[in-house]
């Protein structure tokens, strides 16, 4: 066997779904309409501003000839969670799959690490790699698209024949010259169903993402969350799978069935009371080892403020009222918020002791809003 196939069969053998391969030409057609979603003001601040250099693999390593691509699936067999009832019972809320099992980034980085020494081995030279596993320099999905991973679905996600778009996608930039692949045909037809699915249109059109509205996005942002997409979040904690779950690829699709992605018990549906109270320690112990382990607890301490709004129950007030005198503004702020959602009258006396003693102007303005709200019932 040759170099490709040789490595393609290692790629199997360390536990990688799927492995391909594309030249290292740019994309300029990308890099257009990159730029004009950018003065759209589209892209997520995730996106590197050097929108050259990301759909330019010869930028980012000077004498790149090919461009290996790696998928491995994190569907797992567990039952797709949709009971409206567990989240209502148990104040639960939900982290999307992408992070229910340990970092993709330190997995994928890993086995990339072994492709490459696996090819200096094979090839008896130091060879010049770039990794990417979604934080790296380059575009990801149109890479794995043009190496025909999967074809693109309208949800903008890269869809797998087998796997679904439940899939982490990585890949390194190479000097070495490999046999390339062909993408493959896409299969959306006349389907819509993730555009009609999106909660806050953030799909505003067939492969047109606005980043800026998706909860996927929004959900692990900083700071205060805009009033209009409260209540849309739902009992979303971490992430959004909408446009993924009503997808009809995504149904019966095979699972990698990989220990790192499963989730431990009821994680995925964490219970969303003791999380308003994350200290470094618990927030360490229970997400340290996961894809949410790089933003801090304060977005998950927020969107727990916002899933009990959301879930209007009684049984949460006493939480919330507690987190109008935790340290951070944006968790007292989206406490008050939250307290006005369930609409209880009486705590509008633990509203205005809050106002007497708030410094933080938006918090001040976030509790006379609640307050607001409260008088009108
Ligand atoms: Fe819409 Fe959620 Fe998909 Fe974002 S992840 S585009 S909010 S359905
Ligand atoms: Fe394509 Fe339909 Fe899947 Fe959207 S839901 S990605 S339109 S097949």
New binding site residues.
């Given amino acids: 066997m040759g170099l490709t196939a040789d490595m393609k069969e290692y790629a199997v053998q360390i536990g990688l779904d799927e492995i391909k391969i594309t030249t290292a030409d740019p994309f300029p057609q990308l890099e257009r309409l990159l730029n004009n979603l950018k003065e759209r003001e589209y892209l997520s601040s995730f996106v590197k501003d050097d929108l050259k250099l990301i759909t330019s693999p010869k930028e980012v390593l000077d004498g790149a000839r090919s461009v290996i691509v790696v998928a491995m699936a994190y569907s797992i067999k567990e039952p797709m969670i949709d009971d409206n009832q567990d989240y209502k019972t148990g104040l639960r809320g939900k982290i999307a799959r992408f992070a229910w099992g340990k970092d993709y980034h330190q997995v994928l980085g890993e086995k990339l690490e072994q492709l490459i020494e696996f090819l200096q081995q094979e090839t008896g030279q130091q060879i010049e790699a770039v990794k990417f596993s979604d934080t790296g320099p380059t575009v990801d999905r149109a890479l794995a698209r043009r190496a025909g991973i999967g074809w693109q679905?309208?949800?903008c996600?890269i869809?797998h024949p087998q796997y679904g778009s439940w899939i982490f996608l990585g890949g390194f930039i190479t000097d070495l010259e490999l046999e390339i692949d062909s993408p493959i045909e896409g299969?959306?037809g006349d389907?819509?169903?993730?555009?009609e699915a999106c909660p806050t249109g953030a799909l505003e059109d067939d492969y047109l993402l606005n980043s800026n509205q998706c909860l996927g996005y929004i959900t692990l942002s900083k700071g205060y969350i805009d009033h209009k997409y409260r209540r849309k979040m739902g009992t979303r904690l971490w992430g959004c799978d909408t446009?993924q779950e009503?997808?009809?690829?995504n149904q019966e699709v095979a699972t990698g069935d990989h220990v790192e992605f499963k989730s431990q018990g009821l994680a995925s549906r964490p219970a969303v009371t003791p999380l308003l109270k994350l200290t470094d320690e618990s927030y360490q112990q229970q997400f340290g080892q996961t894809a949410m382990n790089w933003r801090g607890k304060r977005p998950i301490q927020r969107n727990a403020a916002i899933i009990l709004g959301n879930l209007k129950d009684e049984r949460a007030i006493f939480h919330l009222q507690d987190g109008l005198s935790d340290p951070k503004p944006v968790v007292r702020a989206h406490s008050a918020w939250a307290l006005a959602e369930i609409g209880a009258v009486r705590v509008s006396k633990d509203l205005r002791q809050a106002l007497e003693v708030e410094v933080d102007q938006q918090v001040k303005d976030e509790l006379k809003l609640a307050l607001e709200k409260l008088n009108k019932k």
């Fill in positions: 679905g309208k949800n996600n869809i299969k959306c389907c819509r169903k993730c555009i446009c009503v997808c009809p690829h």
